[in-house]
């Protein structure tokens, strides 16, 4: 299994809270993404790193940011969590990039904004 | 934008059954994948392909590039099988599938 962790795993915040969601990775992969999972909407894209402080948008960007300091960490923050960002988040790497290459997933955090 | 559609949405199979799920797109791509999640959410890469076919075990996936199209197939199915299958396309981070639900009942 590739090596990637997300942490926390679990989280319950209130509305307007910061919040803050790690992936780590041991293998130092140039690519990392984060989705958001939502039933009947599936995994949609937030943003992604192709290397570091090199970043952009996906899909569902609106109320997320990301940072990239070091080739292993990419951090999703809310900056001020909403109801409809109550989701199950994924990151994911690859080595040589989204076209042609193999993603490998982290187990996922699971957020409940209240 | 590219639009990954699915179907079936749910399949319900008895053991042994050879199983397919569609996936087609819209727009031209570079490689379409697919993925597996069981429950309790983790998500697991099973193949990437940009061209023909590729088998691991009892998998099989196609593609035809020309008609934007891809299947998998589960020969001699099983209940460990049961799980969610997810296409998705490249191109700067993936576009998915909604994904189908796949249940094999003993």
């Known amino acids: 299994d590739a090596g990637i962790t997300q942490s926390p795993r679990h989280k319950v915040t209130e509305t307007g809270t910061p919040v803050t969601l790690r992936c780590h990775q041991t293998?130092?992969?140039?690519?990392m993404y984060w989705y958001r999972q939502d039933p009947g909407h599936g995994l949609r894209l937030i943003h992604y790193s192709y290397g570091v402080k090199d970043t952009d948008k996906g899909e569902v960007s609106d109320g997320y940011s990301v940072s990239r300091s070091k080739t292993e960490d990419f951090l999703l923050t809310l900056e001020s969590a909403t109801s409809s960002q109550t989701s199950v988040y994924f990151c994911a790497i690859s080595d040589t990039g989204s076209r042609g290459d193999t993603q490998y997933f982290g187990p996922g955090t699971r957020l409940t904004v209240l | 934008k590219n639009e990954v559609e699915q179907s079936p949405q749910n399949l319900t199979a008895q053991e042994g059954e050879f199983i397919t799920i569609n996936c087609s797109y819209s727009?031209?791509?570079?490689?379409l994948h697919w993925l597996q999640q069981h429950p309790g959410g983790g998500i697991v890469s099973l193949f990437m392909?940009?061209?023909g076919k590729k088998k691991h075990g009892r998998l099989i996936a196609t593609i035809n590039i020309q008609e934007k199209h891809s299947s998998l197939h589960i020969t001699a199915s099983h209940p460990r099988d049961s799980a969610v299958y997810i296409c998705?396309?490249?191109?700067?981070?993936?576009?998915f599938g909604k994904g189908t639900h796949l249940i094999i009942q003993p």
């Open positions: 998705a396309t490249s191109g700067g981070g993936l576009t």
């Open positions: 392909l940009s061209s």
């Open positions: 727009v031209g791509i570079s490689a």
């Open positions: 293998e130092n992969h140039r690519y």
